[in-house]
C-alpha cells in the first residue's frame, strides 16, 4: 500500500495531534504513506500545533491556506501535492476512524480485480453519531442526492474515502465538489463501491457548517452536476495499428 493521506482542517486545533498518533498507528503496515493536513486559514491554534506536529511526525506535510477557500478546495490542494497514486481522505474532526483506511484498501484491491475502472471505495456511516436533526437532515440529502443524481452511494457526505489520484484530477473541479465525487466518477467512466466505516462522536470543537448553508448549497451545486452528467461523452476508444 503506497498512499497518501489528506487531511483538510479549519479551526480543528484540538483534534490535530490525537487524529495523526492514530493515522500513523494505522498506516504501520503500509508500504510507503505520507499525511497531508491542509491547514484551509484556520484562526485558531490549528497552524501553530501543525508546525509542532512537523517536528513530532517524520510522515506529516502542511499546507496552508491564507484564507479560507472551503473543504472542496483544500482537499484538491492535498491531491495534487500528493505523491502516492492512492488518495485517502478523513475529516479532521476525528470522527473518521483512521483504522478503516486499510480495510478500504483492501476492498479497493480485491474488487479491481474484477472491475479495473473500480476509482474510488466511499465510506458508508451506517451507525452514525450525531445529533437527531442531522442525522434526518442527511437521510433526506442522500435519498434526494441518490434518485436525482442515481450516484447509488447511501452516503456520500462521508469524508473518509480513498480513491485514484490520477481520476480525481480529472475530474471537473468546483466548490463543494467533495459532496458529489461518486456522481463526477460515474459521470466520467468510473466505478464507485461503499464500505460501512465506524463512526464516532466528536470530542472536541464544533460543526464549522451549518444545515442550512449545506441545503442551499447542495441544491445548486446538484444541478449543476445535474447538467454536467447530461452532457457527458464517454467514447469507446480503439487504438489503430499498421496492417
Known sequence: MKISVVVPVHNEAGNIVSLIEEIVNAMSTANAYEIIYVDDGSNDQTTAVLKQAL????????????????????????????????????????????????????????????????????????????????????????????????????????????????????????????????????????HVISVPVNHRSRTTGYSKYGTLDRLWAGITDMFGVIWLQKRAKSPLINEMEAD
Open 55 to 190: 517536528r513530532d511526525f517524520k510522515a506529516l506535510r502542511v499546507i496552508r491556506h491564507e484564507q479560507s477557500c472551503g473543504q472542496s478546495t483544500a482537499i484538491y490542494t492535498g491531491v495534487k501535492a500528493a505523491k502516492y497514486p492512492w488518495i485517502a481522505t478523513l475529516d479532521g474532526d476525528g470522527q473518521n476512524d483512521p483504522a478503516d483506511i486499510p480495510r478500504l484498501y483492501e476492498a479497493l484491491i480485491r474488487e479491481r480485480e474484477t472491475a479495473a475502472n473500480l476509482w474510488m471505495v466511499a465510506g458508508w456511516r451506517n451507525k452514525r453519531y450525531d445529533s437527531a436533526w442531522r442525522l434526518f437532515s442527511s437521510k433526506v440529502a442522500n435519498g434526494v442526492r441518490s434518485r436525482l443524481l442515481g450516484d447509488n452511494t447511501p452516503d456520500t457526505g462521508c469524508g473518509l474515502k480513498i480513491f485514484s489520484r490520477e481520476s480525481f484530477l480529472e475530474l471537473p473541479y468546483f466548490d463543494h465538489m467533495h459532496r458529489f465525487l461518486p456522481a463526477l466518477v460515474l459521470r466520467a467512466g468510473g
